[in-house]
């Protein structure tokens, strides 16, 4: 059995993980310029969908995210009928998307809607006084592929924070609003607060912003930052998909999170991947601090898997795939010994409280003993509540009387005329409060 993209069940097909030969690509290629449907381009080459839309990327190589499989078909459907489209004269080598930053940049827009975010800049900026900078090409690009309504309120947040409309910052605003105004600093992520929390919480999804929606919104509840489900059986309900194929996703957009410092335009995922490296790696090193990951994680996903929540964190952070899982391994030790410390510490403070109460019960034991005890009459019972000794510390108890007690807290033997006065003795001896 296997589980297509689109979450079925069926029989796996006959060709499924097979070698690709050159004469099955050029098919595919041809079949493209059709208008066969995905299902059927599948079954004729006996494999499954997510095999046919795995070697279209790698045949043609997109420069930019599709939201769906149907997507994808259609652009490379485009391409292929495009009568400057050349077969490439060998496979480009196999890509990984281990260690590989998905491609940021936004298809090139057209010019009317180029001239239209430059009409919404200058109604935002009318009135204010402040000199506008010539415009980039990239950023017209990436602030076309917004909406009008986003736009404008994107710009009145960077004009009302700042004054001037640059394009870097109206960017940052439309990736993730708010995310140049986070201060988050090691010293606060101890402190625990609501506030500390909202801010990682929203650098962890502006770092997660450029995934693919639906496999964005499975990583962020297995991390609870979306309400809802959690667990890999619940997101599978609400999704309508198999167990094992969220757990697919997920560890797939794990590899995928690594965010690189990036050329080009700069997005909300590297202001992201910024402050999180000044965040958790101390200054002069170059890996994360285990510690400071540890808080950050128990801060921000508190319901998370540990491992999941650390790689995430440490891939959004720029760590390749061994870093993370060095980092992983790291974080577990330092889990492992704080809670070592705190089991120490709960049964030395169990330990104390036992003494003390213990100590409690004798001292109140001989309290009560003194007044109920019944005396000889040479005993006397001074003011105090002790009771003295008959004979002198270095005399020798007489033969007929052998009874004494060695008092440790006194460093002697003490002589005693009864058993009532040898049993408060002792337990004067044993308790903590001599009056």
Do not use: Y
């Not at 059709?34 to 969908?49: N, W």
């Not at 101890?190 to 496999?215: D, I």
């Not at 999941?308 to 889990?335: D, F, I, P, Q, Y």
């Not at 033969?399 to 033997?413: H, I």
């Amino acid at each position: 059995m296997i589980v297509e993209r689109g979450g079925q069940c069926g029989v796996q097909p006959a060709r499924q993980g097979k070698k690709w030969l050159r004469a099955e690509e050029d098919q595919l290629l041809e079949e493209l310029r059709g208008e066969d449907r995905l299902g059927d381009i599948a079954a004729r080459h006996q494999r499954s969908v997510g095999a046919i839309c795995a070697r279209i990327e790698h045949l043609l190589v997109p420069d930019r995210v599709f939201d769906s499989d149907a997507a994808l078909i259609d652009w490379a459907k485009s391409v292929a009928r495009s009568p400057q489209f050349v077969r490439p004269v060998s496979s480009p080598p196999v890509r990984t998307v281990v260690d590989v930053e998905r491609p940021s940049r936004a298809p090139e827009a057209d010019p009317a809607r180029r001239e239209a975010v430059l009409a919404i800049r200058t109604a935002l900026t009318a009135g204010t006084g402040r000199e506008v900078a010539a415009p980039d090409v990239g950023e017209l690009d990436v602030l076309a592929s917004f909406d009008d309504g986003r736009l404008e309120e994107a710009g009145r947040a960077v004009v009302k924070r700042r004054g001037p409309l640059g394009l870097a910052d109206w960017v940052l605003e439309c990736d993730s609003p708010g995310i140049a105004d986070i201060r988050l600093t090691a010293d606060q992520l101890g402190t625990g607060g609501e506030a500390e929390k909202s801010a990682g919480a929203q650098l962890v999804r502006a770092g997660l912003a450029r995934l693919w929606q639906r496999n964005r919104e499975i990583l962020l509840m297995r991390l609870g930052l979306l309400t809802g489900a959690t667990t890999m059986a619940e997101i599978a309900q609400q999704f309508g998909l198999t167990r094992e194929r969220i757990r697919q996703i997920q560890n797939r957009e794990l590899d995928r999170a690594l965010v690189t410092a990036g050329s080009g335009v700069r997005r909300g995922w590297h202001e992201a991947r910024d402050r999180l490296r000044r965040l958790l790696i101390p200054d002069g090193q170059s890996a994360c601090d285990p510690e400071l990951v540890l808080i950050f994680v128990e801060l921000v996903m508190p319901h998370a898997p540990r491992e999941v929540a650390v790689t995430v964190v440490g891939r959004l952070s720029g760590g390749k795939a061994a870093t993370c899982r060095e980092l992983v391994t790291a974080v577990e030790t330092c889990h492992h010994e704080r809670e070592q410390r705190n089991r120490l510490a709960a049964e030395e403070e169990r330990q104390r409280i036992r003494a003390s109460e213990q100590r409690s019960r004798r001292t109140a034991k001989v309290l009560r003993l003194i007044d109920e005890a019944e005396w000889p009459p040479t005993t006397s019972i001074p003011a105090g509540g002790a009771p003295t000794p008959v004979r002198s510390p270095g005399q020798r108890p007489h033969w007929s009387n052998p009874r004494r007690w060695w008092a440790p807290r006194l460093g002697r033997e003490v002589g005693c005329e009864s058993e009532a006065e040898l049993h408060v003795v002792q337990l004067l001896d044993a308790a903590d409060d001599w009056s």
